[in-house]
C-alpha cells in the first residue's frame, strides 16, 4: 500500500511506473485515475468523474495538475 495526498509517482520498479492525477469528483477531492506504465505499453485506470481534460492528456502524456 503507498499513501499520498498528491499527483505524481505512486511507485516505480524495473517493470512498470505508476502514476496518479487527480480527477473531478465533487465533493471528495483525493479521486484519482492510475497510469501504468511498462516497457512495451501503458494503461490509465479511472473512476467515474466529471468532464476532465486534464484525465485525456493524463491518458496521452503524464498529468500537470496536483
Given at each position: 500500500?503507498?499513501?499520498?495526498?498528491?499527483?505524481g509517482?505512486?511507485?516505480?520498479?524495473?517493470?512498470?511506473?505508476?502514476t496518479?492525477?487527480r480527477?473531478?469528483?465533487?465533493?471528495?477531492?483525493?479521486?484519482?485515475?492510475?497510469?501504468f506504465?511498462?516497457?512495451?505499453?501503458?494503461i490509465?485506470i479511472?473512476?467515474d468523474?466529471?468532464?476532465?481534460?486534464?484525465?485525456?492528456?493524463?491518458?496521452?502524456?503524464?498529468?500537470?495538475?496536483?
Open positions: 500500500m503507498h499513501e499520498f495526498a498528491r499527483a509517482v505512486v511507485m516505480q520498479n524495473d517493470d512498470v511506473k505508476v496518479s492525477c480527477v473531478r469528483h465533487p465533493p471528495v477531492t483525493q479521486s484519482y485515475a492510475y497510469r506504465d511498462a516497457k512495451d505499453r501503458s490509465v479511472s473512476g468523474t466529471a468532464y476532465a481534460p486534464e484525465l485525456a492528456e493524463f491518458a496521452r502524456r503524464e498529468c500537470a495538475r496536483s
